[in-house]
């Protein structure tokens, strides 16, 4: 088991895992929210993957193999711990309460019943500044062990093992003139991000926030909320501007984000 991080007391982001009741068809987005788990400790750890599909035909006019042929990128998973822990209030059903909740996203809600679509609930994992796991997802499996109880019985203490599924959701935008998918990843904004910023990590010239404002249909640059999905196209694309010159603002890239802070004003 791995050991809790941090002080409940202490001012740092938490984990949460928000549960969402499931939408009524499966290309919808979730519904309104019908829980959450915060986590009074964060985990230690957290374990993520994500796997692409490949094949290989069989081929006599290779000597090492035929070229292999993408097939397909698979859904991110995601698994975690979550640590509760209600010793300091033996009286209270925090801890079962908290299990109960977590059991049942994996089971059918009653709402999506009558809807005539049976589906668990949806969730999405968040803690802080962590972008790359917040997505949503299903969860595949919960495992709750049990390690500290009152006199009456009352669970007071235990560890949940979680394993989340993403749910693919279509690719924003395709090129307007062939077609093609343009996406090279999509971002999740957090507190202090600007577009020049995103351009500079992302491409290495803040110059190019405008490839990132035209792919999200951005008005203002320098003021993105936090939580905002933002698709960063590929850097093979060329930014073009109104008089055609590619990625220049006023002819000339900016080459950091403060140079182009002041140019976006």
Request: proline residues 9%.
């Amino acid at each position: 088991m791995s050991t809790p991080v941090g002080n409940p007391s202490a001012g740092l982001s938490r984990a949460v895992l928000a549960i969402l009741s499931p939408p009524t068809d499966l290309a919808g987005d979730p519904g309104g929210p019908l829980g959450e788990v915060r986590f009074r400790f964060n985990p230690s750890q957290l374990r993520l993957g994500r796997s692409a599909s490949w094949t290989t035909p069989p081929a006599v006019a290779y000597t090492r193999g035929a070229p292999a042929k993408f097939t397909g990128a698979h859904p991110a998973n995601l698994r975690l711990e979550v640590f509760l822990d209600a010793s300091g209030t033996p009286g209270a059903a925090t801890v079962q309460d908290q299990v109960a909740l977590l059991l049942s996203c994996c089971e059918v809600t009653p709402q999506s019943i009558a809807a005539k679509a049976p589906s668990p609930p949806w969730v999405r994992f968040s803690w802080g500044a962590f972008s790359t796991v917040q997505f949503t997802a299903y969860v595949t499996s919960v495992d709750a062990t049990y390690t500290l109880f009152s006199p009456n019985g009352m669970p007071l203490r235990a560890t949940c093992s979680l394993a989340l599924t993403e749910i693919a959701t279509a690719t924003k935008r395709q090129n307007p003139t062939s077609g093609a998918l343009s996406a090279h990843r999509i971002h999740r904004t957090v507190a202090g991000d600007t577009l020049p910023s995103l351009a500079w990590r992302e491409y290495g010239d803040a110059g190019r926030w405008r490839l990132i404002a035209e792919a999200n249909s951005v008005d203002d640059p320098m003021r993105l909320r936090p939580g905002t999905e933002l698709l960063l196209p590929a850097a093979s694309e060329r930014e073009t501007t109104s008089g055609g010159r590619a990625a220049g603002m006023g002819g000339r890239a900016a080459h950091g984000p403060d140079e182009a802070k002041g140019r976006a004003r």
